[in-house]
């Protein structure tokens, strides 16, 4: 079980009305309790992305749900296959009257259904009595039979047996696609959470820092003004900007705790109990943060567009209900064919089986057939409406995925061009502030010049954060639209 160390608190208490079993909870409590002595060991709160990640797929209930498709299939398909097993069957039927044994009918069958929709069937049959119906009549140490039922008309090629089962394996790879698709929704939640998340921290330390100067700077300005150096209206300018910035922070600080919020919502023990991030997880700093390192390949993202159809899980479970159907069909067309079945059993007694399919036989050939086939051939066409349904939500979505893709390509692009170029600028921003406040200590200044200067280079920090955030949305949204999960992580 993977915990991060900063997720030690839980996001709420254990319910008191949640029996949970003793020793259950005191290994929960060891082992955060190691988590606490690793934590204290390591004196890192950060809470990265791929931490952030690695707990998600590891504990998420839905990731656990997602995994169960997967029984639910095997489940599926070996029920499927269970009209396949061979069966057993045996009668008795006995009659007794006014002391007279009247008849004793006994039989046994043994039926083996087979995938090429012939049935071999074999069994025994004895019969006595005073009373027995003449065709009943058998050797006295009973009838043997092996032979086999033969579909030559309707059934021969395939069968409601047979449909179910190909039905089933497609289901397989069905719900395969539909696990990825939910876990690939989830991770791109979870990330679009994590992000803001990283924005408000990095707003509210950035507002923490400049607030912090704006103080110092107004303390001293009162002491200058106590000395009589400066004019009592100056004051007054810096404890508005102070005021400014205490509000901008307490919004900050709200987002960052609605944010955080947000995101405990995701984060869970293995055992299932919620966890929430510490009050003392921080994000990365955004001046350590290294804007993704790693181009995105154009050539790998136009590859990614073409094959869409075959790699995206959303897609794939239009294909796999399109082949559900078109097997749905299949058996729609054999059920316009005539019913005709033929049935050969060779007969032998016990004692004699060397004469086994020689000259003892019974055989038959059943017939039947609809006149109008009004129900067939209505259940054929609805079969094909439904797969021309199929294939125009196909080509619709396959085409607004690629549109998505670029889409997020382009914001991708364009936050990261944005982000570098204000970077650049932060630098300038702040030489010109300090350069501003040493003339403000000199005198060569004035403080609605510093209070300006330093109100620029607060906005652009704040706009480099947000850009930095919702690059970082941009590329979630990327590997959304193209079904890309990061990091990497079989959650089997």
Same mark, same amino acid.
């Given at each position: 079980m993977y915990i991060h160390p900063i997720l030690l608190n839980l996001r709420r208490k254990i319910r008191l009305n949640k029996l949970i079993d003793l020793k259950k909870l005191l290994t929960l409590n060891?082992?955060?309790?190691?988590?606490?002595?690793?934590?204290?060991a390591q004196d890192d709160n950060t809470f990265t992305y791929n931490d952030f990640l690695k707990t998600l797929l590891?504990?998420?209930p839905v990731v656990k749900q997602a995994n169960l498709l997967r029984v639910r299939a095997e489940k599926t398909e070996q029920k499927a296959r269970g009209a396949f097993d061979p069966k057993v069957e045996v009668n008795t039927d006995t009659k007794s009257f006014d002391s007279k044994d009247y008849y004793e009918l006994t039989s046994?069958?043994?039926?083996?259904?087979?995938?090429?929709?012939?049935?071999?069937?074999?069994?025994y049959e004895n019969n006595s009595g005073l009373f027995l119906n003449p065709e009943n009549y058998l050797p006295n140490s009973g009838l043997l039979y092996a032979g086999l039922s033969l579909p030559i008309g309707q059934g021969l090629f395939i069968d409601e047996r047979r449909a179910t089962l190909?039905?089933?394996?497609i289901y397989y790879d069905l719900t395969e696609a539909e696990r990825k698709n939910l876990i690939n929704q989830l991770v791109y939640d979870a990330s679009v959470a994590y992000w803001k998340w990283f924005e408000n921290w990095n707003k509210a330390r950035i507002y923490e820092d400049v607030i912090n100067a704006s103080q110092q700077r107004l303390d001293a300005l009162k002491l200058q003004v106590d000395a009589g150096d400066v004019p009592p209206i100056d004051t007054v300018e810096a404890g508005l900007q102070l005021i400014n910035l205490q509000v901008g922070s307490a919004t900050a600080e709200m987002e960052e705790r609605k944010t955080?919020?947000?995101?405990?919502?995701?984060?869970?023990?293995?055992e299932g109990i919620p966890l929430e991030v510490s009050e003392n997880a921080q994000a990365l700093p955004w001046r350590e943060f290294e804007q993704n390192s790693t181009e995105i390949n154009l050539d790998s993202i136009g590859v990614g567009i073409e094959r869409l159809s075959e790699t995206h899980p959303l897609l794939q479970l239009f294909d796999y209900q399109k082949q559900t159907l078109e097997i749905e069909e299949r058996l729609n067309r054999e059920m316009l064919k005539p019913q005709l079945n033929l049935n050969y059993y060779p007969?032998?007694?016990p004692d004699e089986l060397q004469n086994l399919?020689?000259?003892?036989?019974?055989?038959? &050939?059943?017939?039947?057939?609809?006149?109008?086939?009004? *129900?067939? =051939? #209505? /259940? +054929?066409?609805?079969?094909?409406?439904k797969i021309q349904?199929?294939?125009?939500? &196909?080509?619709?979505?396959?085409?607004?995925?690629?549109? *998505?893709? =670029? #889409? /997020? +390509?382009i914001e991708y692009e364009t936050t990261r061009n944005q982000a570098s170029r204000l970077s650049d600028a932060i630098g300038g921003y702040e030489t010109l502030l300090l350069a501003e406040r040493e003339m403000f200590n000199i005198g060569e200044s004035s403080i609605f010049v510093v209070n300006s200067r330093e109100q620029y280079w607060l906005n652009s920090q704040l706009k480099l954060v947000e850009l930095l955030s919702k690059n970082n949305r941009s590329l979630a949204e990327l590997n959304y639209n193209l079904a890309i999960i990061e990091p990497e992580n079989d959650t089997d």
């Open positions: 060891l082992l955060l309790c190691l988590s606490c002595l690793l934590s204290f590891s504990n998420h046994g069958v043994l039926k083996v259904p087979t995938w090429f929709g012939v049935e071999l069937k074999g069994g190909r039905k089933a394996q955080k919020l947000y995101l405990s919502t995701f984060l869970w023990t293995e007969l032998s007694t399919a020689t000259n003892n036989y019974k055989w038959g &050939l059943n017939f039947s057939m609809p006149i109008f086939l009004r *129900k067939e =051939r #209505a /259940s +054929l066409q609805l079969t094909k409406i349904e199929i294939e125009y939500k &196909l080509q619709v979505k396959n085409l607004e995925l690629q549109n *998505k893709v =670029r #889409a /997020s +390509l």
